[in-house]
């Protein structure tokens, strides 16, 4: 119990080292947060040699939060009604669009590839952000652990790349951008967008939401087939 509350206690830490950082430097996206905690959390391991199974079992609590905080993403949906009810048919036709095309891409390079069952089915739900993700994979028995790290890392990934496409293909309306960062980025280009343009923020969290509530209510039906 003692090692658990020490590792969690630690990992918090990291976490809001890192977030002050980012505040620090002007929350440019390389500096994100969760990147930066993820990093320093992998090289303390290393050099003390933990194991990650044991890792894994005294963050469990941190792991149960993500349950709680999923259900609290319905306050975004909630928060944004005016937007769903003015401009409906636009955000749910790209976010559907998004996601789909984010899902189908991801399944068929990964089968083009050859990966193993096992990648292909963490790389189904890496378009989606990381709490959607565990509880996909939960659901249908799916490498929890692995899904996780595959999202974090394409929400860090789509943070430092999407905004400066975007800016090469001249893509300047908020809107467009929050919600195109929402269903690519996650949570990681969700939070470093809120904390430039909360409005923004509050589209791109919209999105994101949205995007892991599409992919929830299909991916299991099409699971056996993704396989």
């Not at 469990?60 to 993403?73: D, E, F, T, Y």
């Not at 989606?128 to 999202?151: N, R």
């Not at 960062?181 to 280009?189: A, F, K, L």
Request: hydrophobic residues 60%; charged residues 10%; proline residues 5%.
């Amino acid at each position: 119990m003692m090692v658990s509350a020490l590792m969690c206690l630690g990992v918090l830490v990291i976490y809001a080292g890192a977030r002050w950082g980012s505040v620090r430097v002007g929350n440019p996206p390389w500096a994100s947060p969760v990147l930066v905690a993820a990093v320093v959390v992998v090289a303390a391991l290393w050099v003390m040699r933990v194991p990650v199974a044991v890792f894994t079992e005294a963050t469990m609590p941190l792991r149960w939060l993500l349950g709680p905080g999923l259900v609290a993403l319905a306050l975004v949906i909630d928060a944004n009604r005016g937007v769903l009810r003015r401009q409906a048919r636009a955000v749910l036709v790209a976010v559907t669009g998004g996601t789909l095309v984010g899902v189908a891409s991801a399944v068929g390079l990964a089968k083009v590839m050859g990966l193993t069952p096992v990648l292909r089915a963490a790389v189904a739900t890496k378009t989606v952000s990381t709490p959607f993700a565990v509880a996909i994979q939960a659901a249908v028995g799916g490498p929890v652990a692995l899904a996780a790290a595959l999202a974090v890392v394409t929400g860090v990934i789509g943070a430092l790349v999407v905004p400066v496409m975007f800016d090469r293909l001249r893509i300047g309306g908020t809107a467009g951008r929050a919600l195109g960062i929402g269903v690519s980025s996650h949570i990681v280009g969700t939070d470093w967008l809120t904390r430039r343009d909360a409005r923004a923020g509050g589209l791109s969290a919209l999105a994101m939401v949205l995007a892991g509530t599409l992919a929830a209510l299909v991916l299991p039906g099409v699971w056996r087939w993704l396989g």
